[in-house]
């Protein structure tokens, strides 16, 4: 069974920067897609980043796209979000995901959620 578990959130001031984590377990991740999603209160849950765990390449939504960065660590099984130049409007519950599948924007295609960790950015 795969568990995902983040850590990293917080709250920040709007232009400051936070670094979230995904640690996971539970299996060999060689050709997994990771993603992280973020859901604000009253919206629909939204794709932000997503990073193919062999090759490493890398998709972003285009309003995060320039100031967030998804990585992986092979040898940590961990992946991580790297956000910069934070604005209020990213203020969100945020999720990371897995699935042994093909990189997708898609939610639904993604088998394995971590808990969520809350971001909050103040103006």
């Known amino acids: 069974q795969v568990q995902l578990v983040e850590s990293g959130g917080g709250l920040v001031q709007a232009g400051g920067s936070l670094r979230l984590s995904c640690a996971a377990s539970g299996r060999t991740f060689s050709r997994y897609a990771m993603a992280w999603f973020r859901q604000a209160p009253g919206k629909e849950r939204e794709f932000v980043a997503a990073?193919?765990?062999?090759?490493?390449?890398?998709y972003y939504a285009d309003g995060v796209k320039g100031r967030f960065t998804i990585s992986r660590d092979k040898a940590k099984n961990t992946f991580y979000l790297q956000m910069n130049s934070l604005k209020p409007e990213d203020t969100a519950a945020y999720y990371c995901?897995?699935?042994?599948?093909?990189?997708?924007?898609?939610?639904?295609?993604?088998?394995?959620w971590g808990q969520g960790t809350q971001v909050t950015v103040s103006s």
């Open positions: 995901a897995a699935d042994p599948g093909i990189v997708t924007r898609n939610q639904d295609r993604y088998a394995y």
């Open positions: 990073i193919s765990w062999s090759t490493g390449s890398t």
